[in-house]
């Protein structure tokens, strides 16, 4: 928990971590409240703005310990009222968070690592490789930044930020303490007091990460399928060949079984044209949810430099909706945000240091397509199914 500087960072404390901390330094353990609220509440950063705090323990404090967000790279308003940051992290990536305000809601999409591992397909993070796992500190200062940046509003009411969901950059599930120190002040009442309900963790699907959740949180759950059947979803998402459909909704049910109270997991499913949004799809999902009590948000695919994928129709989005819709689901759409500051979903590429070479396969794979498309301008021939090829080769070699 200490950094660079060998002072420890009081920003990702949990509240049981923070009241060892004032322990530690021979205090009280009800500083740790005190201390909370000035962090998350007031955004305050410098001890000496915290007025019920002795000169003599502020001195203490500064010798031993500091409150460090990331360093905020740039803020971008859309003119829908989306926002996006970018904030660099320790490892020196940029990662992206993003408030989409939306009626009397406010949702802050958080991220959880500096790139991401699994490689999905049609994703643009997975694009870049993996860098580093964000600290807890590093999850938690987004939520802080964004807060601040509307002015910390510390009563329930008329807040902006009203949802979370670890849906940004990265597999939160792959940086498991961290992520579940930050969900813990997310709902903490000393910190941002937001209900369960509110906050979501999405995954594609780490099953014994899954398995464990229920002994640390109590958060909403976001399983990110995208298609009905293991064939296609391993294409996908690679993770799935690992933990294939039927363990992961073994164990997603497992998870919402221990949170009772009618709470139901969302069903996240990107649709490409193509690729997983024929009628068929729909049925197939249909018939596999049966006895797995859900929602199913519908993303429309958002295309990104790197893929060849392309969004439906909005006839063909409708069609899948509605057959979900007649077989008994409720059903939702993402509509697509923030397209003018790049902060739609899967669109969040910040910046990695990749360390897994990953991002460079991906280039040459671009650049022999650009070739590809210039041979194929000048001989007429068809280049795109090799180039995919060539991609999903790469990747698997990844
Ligand atoms: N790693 C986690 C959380 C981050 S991704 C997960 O996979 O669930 C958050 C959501 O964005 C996932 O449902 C993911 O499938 C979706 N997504 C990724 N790339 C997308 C794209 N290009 N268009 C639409 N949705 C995308
Ligand atoms: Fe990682 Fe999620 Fe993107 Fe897949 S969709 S590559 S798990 S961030």
């Known amino acids: 928990m200490t950094d660079?500087?060998?002072?420890?960072?009081?920003?990702?404390?949990?509240?049981?971590?923070?009241?060892?901390?004032?322990?530690?330094?021979?205090?009280?353990?009800?500083?740790?409240?005190q201390m909370m609220k000035w962090i998350h509440h007031f955004g305050v950063d410098d001890f000496d703005a915290m007025s019920n705090v002795s000169k003599v323990l502020r001195e203490k404090l500064k010798a031993s310990a500091e409150i460090r967000g990331p360093e905020v790279v740039s803020e971008d308003i859309s003119t829908d009222g989306t926002r996006k940051w970018v904030v660099r992290v320790a490892s020196g990536s940029c990662v992206e968070t993003v408030y989409i305000p939306q009626g009397s809601r406010g949702t802050l999409c958080v991220s959880s690592q500096a790139g991401c591992a699994l490689d999905c397909s049609f994703c643009s993070t997975g694009k870049q490789g993996f860098n580093s796992d964000l600290s807890a500190a590093e999850v938690i200062g987004q939520v802080w930044i964004a807060n601040k940046s509307f002015g910390s509003v510390p009563?329930?009411?008329?807040?902006?930020?009203?949802?979370?969901?670890?849906?940004?950059?990265?597999?939160?599930?792959?940086?498991?303490?961290?992520v579940m120190d930050a969900l813990s002040l997310m709902m903490e009442d000393q910190a941002y007091g937001l209900s369960k309900r509110r906050v979501t963790i999405s995954t594609s699907g780490v099953v014994?990460?899954?398995?464990?959740?229920?002994?640390?949180?109590?958060?909403?759950?976001?399983?990110?399928?995208?298609?009905?059947?293991?064939?296609?979803?391993?294409?996908?998402?690679?993770?799935?060949?690992?933990y294939p459909i039927k363990e992961l909704l073994r164990s997603a049910a497992g998870y919402m079984s221990t949170l009772g109270e009618r709470r139901v997991c969302v069903i996240e499913y990107t649709l490409i044209a193509g690729v997983n949004d024929?009628?068929?799809?729909?049925?197939?999902?249909?018939?596999?949810?049966?006895?797995?009590?859900?929602?199913?948000?519908?993303?429309?695919?958002?295309?990104?430099?790197?893929?060849?994928?392309?969004?439906?129709?909005?006839?063909?989005?409708?069609?899948?909706?509605?057959?979900?819709?007649?077989?008994?689901?409720?059903?939702?759409?993402r509509t697509t945000r923030a397209d003018d500051i790049g902060a739609a979903c899967g669109q969040l590429v910040g910046a990695v240091g990749d360390n897994t070479r990953r991002s460079e396969r991906y280039a040459e794979a671009a650049s022999k397509r650009l070739l590809g498309e210039a041979q194929s301008a000048a001989t007429g021939r068809e280049f795109t199914k090799a180039d995919n090829l060539a991609v999903s080769a790469d990747r698997h070699g990844a």
């Open 278 to 333: 024929h009628r068929q799809h729909a049925r197939e999902l249909a018939a596999l949810l049966r006895d797995f009590p859900c929602k199913i948000n519908i993303i429309p695919f958002n295309p990104f430099d790197q893929s060849d994928y392309r969004r439906p129709s909005d006839s063909s989005i409708g069609n899948f909706r509605q057959i979900l819709h007649e077989a008994g689901y409720t059903v939702t759409v």
């Open 208 to 242: 014994p990460a899954i398995d464990r959740l229920k002994d640390f949180t109590d958060a909403s759950l976001a399983i990110s399928l995208h298609a009905p059947n293991d064939e296609l979803r391993t294409q996908l998402v690679p993770i799935n060949k690992k």
């Open 155 to 178: 009563a329930k009411i008329d807040r902006a930020i009203t949802n979370v969901v670890m849906m940004g950059m990265g597999e939160p599930l792959l940086n498991f303490e961290n």
């Open 4 to 33: 660079a500087t060998g002072k420890i960072n009081l920003l990702g404390l949990t509240q049981a971590e923070m009241e060892q901390f004032f322990e530690s330094i021979g205090e009280k353990r009800f500083r740790a409240g």
